[in-house]
């Protein structure tokens, strides 16, 4: 399977624990890019990688969310001290990117389902 | 303040008949438009898309049409099938941003 992948697919935790998750892009992708999905709502972006380099944070992501994309390949998001706030589903996306194309399109992974109780 | 916008949250349409989305934005520096569908406990999945310098783009069953001096697209889904019940997505890049910006969605239910 050469999309992007997910880990875990699910994960609950307890209010005040840290959780990290793990995206795989897809593997001549250059970009990697992290949403959160709530209920009726749409993904809203979160952070972006080009390679290695974080380029963008939305104002959505606090200081307990960390990411990394060390070496340019896979990416984790961490969160800390997790709030009941924070339930949600995790998308990560890769894409492809060259300037000079028209648009980008994003490939999306299956999630990450987070339940803070 | 939301910059894609979907409407509709539901849509009902039967089976063989024609199901049109629709999408309006805001931001005039968007230039290219894509839609999603997405399966529940799934990630969003490619469609199709269309470049602002088009007004329509046409890939099997699916159309998407733009109207820029409207800020407004639509996808229309022709004959519709119990497969395409799920949740579908506007997208639009550019706008002084990378990556998506996405509407809400729209659960598009077809009835047998």
């Known amino acids: 399977d050469t999309g992007v992948s997910q880990n875990p697919r699910h994960k609950i935790t307890k209010r005040g624990q840290n959780v990290t998750f793990r995206c795989d892009p897809i593997?001549?992708?250059?970009?990697l890019y992290w949403y959160r999905q709530t209920l009726g709502q749409g993904p809203e972006f979160l952070t972006y990688?080009?390679?290695?380099?974080?380029?963008?944070k939305s104002r959505l992501l606090s200081d307990r969310f960390s990411a990394e994309r060390p070496k340019g390949s896979f990416s984790t998001l961490e969160i800390q001290r997790t709030e009941q706030g924070d339930s949600a589903m995790y998308l990560c996306?890769?894409?492809?990117?060259?300037?000079?194309?028209?648009?980008?399109?994003?490939?999306f992974g299956s999630g990450t389902q987070l339940s803070v109780l | 303040d939301q910059q894609v916008k979907q409407n509709s949250p539901s849509l009902s349409v039967q089976e063989g008949r024609i199901s049109i989305l629709n999408c309006d934005y805001t931001?005039?520096?968007?230039?290219?438009f894509l839609w999603y569908k997405k399966y529940p406990a799934e990630g969003p999945t490619f469609l199709i898309s269309?470049?602002?310098?088009?007004d329509k783009n046409e890939d099997g069953r699916f159309t998407v049409f733009l109207n820029k001096s409207a800020k407004h697209l639509s996808l229309h889904i022709v004959p519709s099938q119990p497969g395409d019940s799920a949740v579908y997505f506007c997208?639009?890049?550019?706008?002084?941003?990378?990556?998506?910006?996405f509407g809400k969605g729209t659960h598009l239910i077809i009835q047998p």
């Open positions: 269309i470049s602002s310098i088009k």
């Open positions: 931001n005039s520096m968007f230039d290219y």
């Open positions: 990688f080009q390679n290695e380099a974080q380029l963008e």
């Open positions: 997208a639009a890049s550019g706008g002084g941003a990378d990556g998506l910006t």
């Open positions: 593997s001549e992708h250059n970009r």
């Open positions: 996306a890769s894409s492809p990117y060259r300037s000079y194309n028209v648009g980008e399109k994003l490939f």
